[in-house]
């Protein structure tokens, strides 16, 4: 545990917090997306409020909703930077009914994401896209990358699941000397958005129990990974087989899919 230098609150571990102390990088998140006064904008662990304050002082918004798992940080954000446009939420992000966010949606998400449950927030986020209009979140470099690949080393399920459903960005990385405590990872800024149209996959959940199985060992070919499965059925050319599936793209192991569906 740690004392934040400002507040004299313990910084709780379980809830890996690492606070921002660069303002031109909060800033730079606010500017990546489109607030007007009708936006309605939610923030996730928001700490001592360090970019809930540059997000109340842009002023073109309607709403802000901040979700803090921290029952202390929830009640020293509330008292110190009061705004009727604001509502702190003592809650677990993980935890929340999102029928809630139906009547002000499409929401505008920013945050500097808790590193330990990103991909529980990514998919939260996936699947509850049709309330979300944009966002620019903060994570570590590595996830970045998984999220970002096309081929090769660290290509995978995430990166190939989440460029389905949403458009991304690569934006600012984030040395740990900008938060306190420095992690010890940098991080990155991502600005996404939900994908307005999607290509139909037949059977599309079994469609990503395939995916995973073809991945399972990365430097394993196709046919080596499906070899214990019941995926092998014929229908897979030989010559697709041979390849890794970090040598495939969405449109080829959609089109593989899809032979396998005949």
């Not at 803090?68 to 008292?79: G, L, Q, R």
């Not at 990358?145 to 989440?162: E, H, I, T, V």
Request: net charge positive; proline share 6%; hydrophobic share 40%.
């Amino acid at each position: 545990m740690v004392k934040s230098y400002s507040q004299g609150i313990v910084l709780k571990k379980q809830y890996g917090q690492h606070f921002l102390r660069e303002q031109s990088i909060v800033d730079n998140m606010v500017a990546a997306v489109d607030l007007n006064k009708e936006s309605s904008v939610f923030e996730i662990g928001c700490g001592d409020g360090f970019l809930t304050r540059t997000i109340l002082k842009h002023g073109k918004l309607a709403r802000l909703w901040v979700f803090e798992i921290d029952p202390e940080w929830a009640t020293f954000v509330s008292k110190s930077m009061p705004n009727p446009k604001m509502t702190v939420h003592q809650e677990n992000i993980l935890d929340v009914d999102w029928s809630r966010f139906e009547p002000n949606a499409p929401w505008t998400l920013l945050a500097n994401l808790p590193y330990q449950i990103t991909f529980p927030i990514l998919h939260m986020l996936q699947k509850n896209r049709a309330l979300l209009k944009e966002g620019v979140i903060m994570v570590q470099e590595e996830v970045a990358q998984k999220l970002m690949k096309d081929s090769g080393r660290g290509y995978g399920f995430p990166a190939l699941y989440f460029q389905r459903f949403f458009e991304w960005k690569v934006l600012d990385k984030i040395p740990p000397t900008a938060f306190l405590p420095p992690p010890k990872v940098y991080s990155r800024l991502l600005y996404f958005k939900p994908r307005k149209t999607l290509e139909p996959i037949t059977n599309e959940e079994l469609f990503w129990k395939f995916i995973k199985a073809c991945f399972k060992q990365p430097r394993r070919t196709l046919k080596n990974n499906l070899n214990s499965t019941h995926y092998l059925n014929g229908k897979i050319p030989e010559e697709k087989l041979i390849l890794r599936a970090q040598q495939l793209s969405m449109e080829d192991l959609m089109s593989i899919w899809e032979l396998m569906q005949k």
